[in-house]
Structure formats: structure tokens, C-alpha cells
């Protein structure tokens, strides 16, 4: 899997996520995703009829093993490092209307802005699981595979002119997407009358920092649920 995320720019875990786990986590969310989506229906933050919301830490929407999966984390570790943390956890949601969205890159900043185009090993990866069932009606992502290791422009040009494809990513219950942010990809059309929500943590390597995207605190209780080993790669602030 690693050798196909270096190649590809990502790469699939079929069924790896417990659908229990995964069901209890929408069960709970879906009313706090209905809220919001009511009353910020008119305040789209990524496009028409798509939504970022920071997750919960709150059972059972937050659960150790989204966190701590081992297969998951020997591929981000052995994909960066062993000392990666996670420091995003969050929600995309495509609601019915939307339309595709323009190729693009996530965290566009690059590392080092006098040489954007400098290639560097991967120092962030992003780890993604659907909360029902993502078919090609329900807009999935489409990912252009390997253009994480191309000059931006010139990825730009080959997906343009279709030399480099978009495939779908559809994705069953307990299926992971892990992806490099730099590989080109959009949100396709939600073609049926239910929200599309897509949950994901990110992972840097320890030294980098950034605060692109909003996150929630982690309740006290929680974090004093957890093992030191646990603790130590949860970068984000924590709460009463």
C-alpha cells in the first residue's frame, strides 16, 4: 500500500474500518450535521452546496481507532516517519445541488515559496471515511493519480487536457482513503437528496504546523482516557 500511495498519490483499505463503529459515529453526528447544515445553509466554506465542519471529540463520534488504527498508522509512518501526529479532524459535506468542483490541491502553501515546485518526500497525509455509503451519485472524490510528484502546472495542463484521467473514489462503509493533499482532485455532483459526508484526520510529520483548517478541543475526560503513547501524537488543544 505504500508503495501504491507513492505512486498513486493515494490508496484504499477495503472494508478496514469496523461498520459498527462507523454507524454509531453518524447516528450521533447526523443531528449536530442537520443543525448546521440549517443554519448555515446560505454560508457555504468550500463552494456551493459543500460544507467543512470540525468533528467532535465526544463519543461515539470520536473513537480510539479512527485514531489508532495499526494498519493505517504503518502506512502513515512508514510513508513520513514514526513520529507523525494528527492535527485535523474534520467533516466534508456535498449536499444535493452541488456540482463539480475545479481540480485543486489541499494546504496550497508551499513549504518553501521561493522553489514551490521543489519536490519533497511527503511531510502530510489525510486519512478519509465515509459515514454512509459513497456511490458515484453521491458525488465522490476524484483523485488525478500521480500528480502529487508533478510541477503543479504542469499537473494542471495534463488533467486539462486529459492526459492524466480523474478516477472515483466510491467508498463502502469501513473502506479508508489515505491521500497525498497534493494530488489533484475535486467533489463531484451529489446527485441524490441525502447530505455526503466524508470524516477525515490529518497527519504531519511532528515539525510542521499549520491552522488552515478550524478544529475542536478534546474534552478533558477524554484526554485522560488515553495512554501517554496515545496522547503523544493528538495535536490538539484540549478542554475543560
Given at each position: 500500500?505504500?508503495?501504491?500511495?507513492?505512486r498513486?498519490?493515494?490508496?484504499?483499505?477495503?472494508?478496514?474500518?469496523?461498520a459498527?463503529?462507523?454507524?454509531?459515529?453518524?447516528?450521533?453526528?447526523?443531528?449536530?450535521?442537520?443543525?448546521?447544515?440549517?443554519?448555515?445553509?446560505?454560508?457555504?466554506?468550500?463552494?456551493?452546496?459543500?460544507?467543512?465542519?470540525?468533528?467532535?471529540?465526544?463519543?461515539?463520534?470520536?473513537?480510539?481507532?479512527?485514531?489508532?488504527?495499526?494498519?493505517?498508522?504503518?502506512?502513515?509512518?512508514g510513508?513520513?516517519?514514526?513520529?507523525?501526529?494528527?492535527d485535523?479532524?474534520?467533516?466534508?459535506?456535498?449536499?444535493?445541488?452541488?456540482?463539480?468542483?475545479?481540480?485543486?490541491v489541499?494546504?496550497?502553501?508551499?513549504?518553501?515559496?521561493?522553489?514551490?515546485?521543489?519536490?519533497?518526500?511527503?511531510?502530510?497525509?489525510?486519512?478519509?471515511?465515509?459515514?454512509?455509503?459513497?456511490?458515484?451519485?453521491?458525488?465522490?472524490?476524484?483523485?488525478?493519480?500521480?500528480?502529487?510528484?508533478?510541477?503543479?502546472?504542469?499537473?494542471?495542463?495534463?488533467?486539462?487536457?486529459?492526459?492524466?484521467?480523474?478516477?472515483?473514489v466510491?467508498?463502502?462503509?469501513?473502506?479508508?482513503?489515505?491521500?497525498?493533499?497534493?494530488?489533484?482532485?475535486?467533489?463531484t455532483?451529489?446527485?441524490?437528496?441525502?447530505?455526503?459526508?466524508?470524516?477525515?484526520i490529518?497527519?504531519?510529520?511532528?515539525?510542521?504546523?499549520?491552522?488552515?483548517?478550524?478544529?475542536?478541543?478534546?474534552?478533558?475526560?477524554?484526554?485522560?482516557?488515553?495512554?501517554?503513547?496515545?496522547?503523544?501524537?493528538?495535536?490538539f488543544?484540549?478542554g475543560?
Amino acid at each position: 500500500m505504500i508503495t501504491e500511495l507513492s505512486r498513486n498519490g493515494f490508496c484504499v483499505l477495503k472494508s478496514h474500518l469496523a461498520a459498527p463503529l462507523i454507524d454509531a459515529c453518524r447516528e450521533a453526528f447526523w443531528p449536530m450535521l442537520t443543525g448546521y447544515i440549517e443554519s448555515h445553509c446560505d454560508q457555504p466554506n468550500r463552494g456551493p452546496n459543500r460544507h467543512f465542519l470540525p468533528m467532535p471529540f465526544d463519543p461515539p463520534c470520536f473513537a480510539p481507532e479512527f485514531f489508532f488504527d495499526g494498519g493505517v498508522l504503518d502506512i502513515i509512518r512508514g510513508a513520513m516517519d514514526e513520529r507523525v501526529v494528527a492535527d485535523q479532524w474534520g467533516c466534508d459535506v456535498a449536499l444535493p445541488g452541488s456540482q463539480n468542483q475545479e481540480a485543486h490541491v489541499d494546504y496550497q502553501r508551499p513549504l518553501f515559496e521561493e522553489t514551490p515546485d521543489l519536490s519533497l518526500p511527503p511531510y502530510m497525509l489525510v486519512v478519509s471515511f465515509a459515514l454512509r455509503r459513497i456511490t458515484n451519485a453521491d458525488g465522490p472524490i476524484e483523485i488525478a493519480p500521480g500528480t502529487h510528484r508533478m510541477p503543479r502546472e504542469q499537473a494542471v495542463r495534463a488533467v486539462a487536457s486529459r492526459e492524466i484521467e480523474l478516477q472515483p473514489v466510491p467508498l463502502e462503509i469501513g473502506d479508508v482513503l489515505i491521500r497525498h493533499p497534493w494530488a489533484l482532485h475535486r467533489g463531484t455532483p451529489n446527485t441524490t437528496g441525502t447530505p455526503r459526508p466524508l470524516v477525515s484526520i490529518r497527519y504531519v510529520r511532528r515539525w510542521y504546523s499549520d491552522n488552515s483548517r478550524e478544529t475542536n478541543s478534546i474534552p478533558l475526560y477524554i484526554w485522560n482516557s488515553l495512554t501517554p503513547e496515545r496522547q503523544a501524537p493528538m495535536r490538539f488543544p484540549v478542554g475543560d
